[in-house]
Nanobody, 126 residues
Framework: QVQLVESGGGLVQAGGSLRLSCAASGRTFSSYIMGWFRQAPGKEREFVAA????????YYADSVKGRFTISRDNAKNTVYLQMNSLKPEDSAVYYC???????????????????WGQGTQVTVSS
C-alpha cells in the first residue's frame, strides 16, 4: 500500500513558477514509477509527466515539455514537479500517482497507475 500527499499548489501569475511535492509512504517507493496528472473543470484527467524508479527515464506531455521538470528523491520518498513559465491553461488540480510496476517503462495512462493523492490546486492568473 502506498499513500501519496501532494503540496505546493497555489495562485501564481502567468509566467511564474511553482514547485509541487508529493510525499509517499511505503518501503517500496523507490521501486515504483511516479507520475503527475492534472484535471481542469469539465475536462478529463490528463498526463503531465512521469519518471521511472531511478529518474533516468522521464516523459512529458507536449504541452509542458521544456517548462516542467519532474524529479524524485528516493531517500526522502518524494517526487517533485517544478513548473516554470506557467500559463493560465495550466490551471487545474494536480495529482501525484504511483504505478506499482517493475521495470523502467514510463506509463502515461491513468489506468496504469495504482495509487493517487488527493490533489493540489494550481491556479494561474493572466
Amino acid at each position: 500500500q502506498v499513500q501519496l500527499v501532494e503540496s505546493g499548489g497555489g495562485l501564481v501569475q502567468a509566467g511564474g513558477s511553482l514547485r509541487l511535492s508529493c510525499a509517499a509512504s511505503g518501503r517500496t517507493f523507490s521501486s515504483y514509477i511516479m507520475g503527475w496528472f492534472r484535471q481542469a473543470p469539465g475536462k478529463e484527467r490528463e498526463f503531465v509527466a512521469a519518471l521511472n524508479w531511478s529518474g533516468g527515464r522521464r516523459y512529458y506531455a507536449d504541452s509542458v515539455k521544456g517548462r516542467f521538470t519532474i524529479s524524485r528523491d528516493n531517500a526522502k520518498n518524494t517526487v517533485y514537479l517544478q513548473m516554470n513559465s506557467l500559463k493560465p491553461e495550466d490551471s487545474a488540480v494536480y495529482y501525484c500517482a504511483c504505478a506499482a510496476k517493475a521495470g523502467s517503462y514510463v506509463y502515461t495512462a491513468t489506468t496504469d497507475y495504482d495509487y493517487w493523492g488527493q490533489g493540489t490546486q494550481v491556479t494561474v492568473s493572466s
